[in-house]
């Protein structure tokens, strides 16, 4: 789900939910990564919306911060981790 839209060197960077969920929760990109059990990297682009997260991944973010699927994810493009 993408709440803010901001064109920075010519590309869309999305400010996403579930980074500001996690910035809520007070938890670095480094360690909400590893509750995930991926890379900052992945969480990155996750996070910008370069990549939307598998089922697999999905269930763990909405997991880890406690908020239904359908709040969290929409049909985005990009590819799928």
């Known amino acids: 789900m993408c709440v803010g839209v901001y064109i920075i060197g010519g590309h869309k960077m ?3 939910l579930i980074r500001i969920m996690r910035l809520i929760r007070g ?3 480094s360690e909400f990564a590893k ?15 370069f990549v ?16 239904p699927e359908d709040v969290l994810f929409g049909e985005d493009e990009g590819a799928e981790v």
């Open 52 to 67: 939307k997260p598998g089922p697999d991944l999905r269930r763990r973010i909405t997991e880890a911060l406690h908020i």
């Open 35 to 49: 509750r995930l059990g991926i890379d900052r990297t992945t969480l990155s682009r996750v996070e910008t919306g």
């Open 27 to 29: 938890w670095s990109q």
């Open 14 to 16: 999305h400010t996403s």
